[in-house]
T-cell receptor, first 110, second 114 residues
């Protein structure tokens, strides 16, 4: 089983709040990813990192930002949450040719 | 346009029955194809991964096939169990996941009834 963790698992917040979704992996992987997934829809890549101090935007435009100060940690931040940000956010890391996913954070913005 | 299409969108079967899920893709160049199982509210978990030269791969009761010529893959589940209820996602990589991109299907939602 992959050692990749996400917190919180569920989050309900009000519009305008600043939030940070945490993602950590203990496998020493350089490459990490954030995906957004709406119910019944495919995963969309919103951010990725190839290592410390490396961050890139993915295919789907997102108002969130990420940072990669340590190899094991890849947090995602929303400065001002809106109802349109309601979704499931999945963090992943990669080793050789295998991608491991975290359990996800279900975000609801009221 | 690189795409991954899965069918059916949803499927209901009785416990103990077999089923087959389909995946068609237009991703090029092709590197590998993965099948993932995603339980509700959880992250996807890898079932199989196949490269261009592999036609079939099994993981317990799960058997995936790949026809790289027709760009089709299938996932066959044998003797289904209640715990098989989940979304099954087909993912195609265009140049190897270390350099290339991953293209995700929308998944097939499988429900197994007792």
């Amino acid at each position: 089983e992959a050692d990749i963790y996400q917190t919180p698992r569920y989050l309900v917040i009000g519009t305008g709040k600043k939030i940070t979704l945490e993602c950590s992996q203990t496998m020493g992987h350089d490459k990490m990813y954030w995906y957004q997934q709406d119910p019944g829809m495919e995963l969309h890549l919103i951010h990725y990192s190839y290592g410390v101090n490396s961050t890139e935007k993915g295919d789907l435009s997102s108002e969130s930002t990420v940072s990669r100060i340590r190899t094991e940690h890849f947090p995602l931040t929303l400065e001002s949450a809106r109802p349109s940000h309601t979704s499931q956010y999945l963090c992943a890391s990669i080793s050789s040719d295998e991608q491991f996913f975290g359990p996800g954070t279900r975000l609801t913005v009221l | 346009k690189n795409q991954v299409e899965q069918s059916p969108q949803s499927l209901i079967i009785l416990e103990g029955k077999n089923c087959t899920l389909q995946c068609n893709y237009t991703v090029s160049p092709f590197s590998n194809l993965r099948w993932y199982k995603q339980d509700t509210g959880r992250g996807p978990v890898s079932l199989t991964i196949m490269t261009f030269s592999e036609n079939t791969k099994s993981n317990g009761r799960y058997t995936a096939t790949l026809d790289a010529d027709t760009k089709q893959s299938s996932l066959h589940i044998t003797a289904s169990q209640l715990s098989d209820s989940a979304s099954y996602i087909c993912v195609v990589s265009d140049r190897g996941s270390t350099l290339g991109r991953l293209y995700f299907g929308r998944g097939t939602q499988l429900t197994v009834w007792p």
